[in-house]
């Protein structure tokens, strides 16, 4: 039984594959048979580049979120912070390292100075709160090495047990050129300055 | 010839050995049926245009203005790298006129790397480092393919190099050129031209890369 069920099959196999023959000769009219030349220019290639500004701990690679956080600063006191300044993308990139205020006694923040070192050579002192100042790192650059100071020189009772918030914001400069790079990187970092009591001369 | 070989396989049903031999003629007649019958529809082919079996097709690329045949851009977005121009010169170098087409295939655009500013526009960057069409730097760039012959250069196809854009040459060179023959010996430049879009680009661009081939297809005139 088993075996006539499958010579049936083989038969039934056998028809298709001749009609099916039979039917692509019937039907086939042309081949593609003309004459084709092909040049191909392969795997052309364009890749852009990047940038990326990193803020680094001095003495280590994690990104620094927060740098000063200082309590109990009186007059004449001052707090030091290391930061480096790190080239992550490939492109080099001129940068503003500017303050800006964002929240706490406003008296407190303007009273404070922030001097910036960089390579360990003194480059500018100002005011916490209009502090701006211009650098760049080139393309071959891996890094600036910064250490930035808070200085509190005013001596008033009103800037006891106070506190100043503000932000350290590293950035790249757009550049004017219309053929310049339209990367654009920007990083914040978070500072808190408390102050504690003194005797007022 | 199957009625013989079906007389075979009905008289040794009993028998599987011969059946399997019978299966594999017939699978041999089949093969050399088919082969013979390919042959022949050459030989149709052929009888009808009998004006091209004397000759030749093919096609010459020559580079100009250019040390290197391939494209190969690096660091756009860096000052200066927003846009580019490569001329080819094509050249019919075989015996017959042919239909010229020119095409840009295969655009496969990849993210190379996920650095931070890129990730603040583009959060699933960083899972996708090394697909293909993944990367966004296609879609900010034009491509431009610019014939160049005796009625001056003229663009005949304009797409972004997106992913999805991979057919559009090919369609816009039939549109605007229609059948565009170029004679025996004769010479025609082709321009690549990439330029950034009007939309400009953004961080979400930063380390792709995008891949294409040019494709110069020569065919054979067909008479109507």
């Known amino acids: ?201 | 010839m199957p009625t013989t070989l079906y007389s075979i396989a009905r008289s040794n049903r009993k028998n599987p050995r011969v059946l399997w031999q019978s299966a594999v003629l017939i699978g041999l007649i089949v093969a050399v049926g088919y082969l013979m019958s390919t042959a022949l529809f050459r030989d149709v082919e052929e009888s009808g245009q009998a004006s091209f079996l004397a000759g030749t097709l093919d096609l010459e690329v020559e580079v100009r203005n250019s040390q290197t045949e391939v494209m190969q851009i690096e660091a756009f977005g860096a000052p200066g790298v927003v846009a580019d121009t490569k001329r080819w010169r094509v050249r019919n170098v075989g015996s017959l006129d042919g239909e010229l087409q020119v095409s840009l295939a295969n655009i496969i655009n990849t993210e190379l790397a996920c650095h931070e500013p890129e990730s603040l526009v583009d959060n699933s960057c960083d899972g996708v480092i090394g697909q293909p069409d993944t990367g966004e730097l296609g879609a900010v760039l034009v491509g431009q393919i610019i014939l160049d012959d005796d009625d001056g250069a003229r663009t005949v196809a304009s797409a972004t190099l997106d992913s999805a854009q991979s057919e559009a040459y090919q369609a816009q060179w039939q549109s605007n050129l229609g059948q565009y023959v170029l004679p025996a010996g004769e010479a025609v430049d082709i321009i690549l031209e990439w330029e950034i879009g009007e939309a400009g680009y953004t961080n979400a661009v930063q380390s792709d890369l995008v891949q294409f081939d040019l494709v110069f297809d020569l065919e054979q005139l067909i008479s109507p």
């Open chain 1, 1 to 201: 039984m088993k075996k006539m069920a499958n010579s049936g099959t083989s038969r039934w196999i056998w028809r298709v594959a001749f009609f099916g023959l039979a039917l692509f000769v019937s039907i086939a009219q042309v081949t593609d048979a003309d004459l084709l030349d092909r040049e191909i220019i392969a795997a052309n290639t364009i890749s852009s580049t990047s940038l990326d500004i990193g803020v680094r701990h001095s003495f280590g690679a994690t990104e620094m979120t927060t740098l000063f956080s200082t309590f109990g600063l009186v007059e004449g006191g001052f707090d030091v912070r290391g930061v480096r300044i790190v080239r992550l993308g490939d492109l080099g990139f001129e940068y503003r390292v500017r303050t800006e205020q964002s929240s706490g006694d406003t008296v407190l923040c303007q009273a404070l100075d922030l001097v910036y070192i960089k390579q360990w050579q003194l480059v500018t002192q100002a005011d916490l709160l209009s502090f701006v100042h211009q650098d760049s790192l080139g393309d071959s650059d891996r890094q600036d090495r910064i250490i930035l100071a808070v200085v509190l020189d005013e001596d008033a009772a009103e800037l006891m047990n106070k506190t100043c918030s503000f932000s350290i914001v590293v950035e790249s400069i757009p550049s004017s050129d219309p053929a310049g790079t339209k990367f654009f990187d920007s990083e914040v970092i978070a500072n808190t300055i408390s102050t504690g009591t003194w005797e007022i001369e």
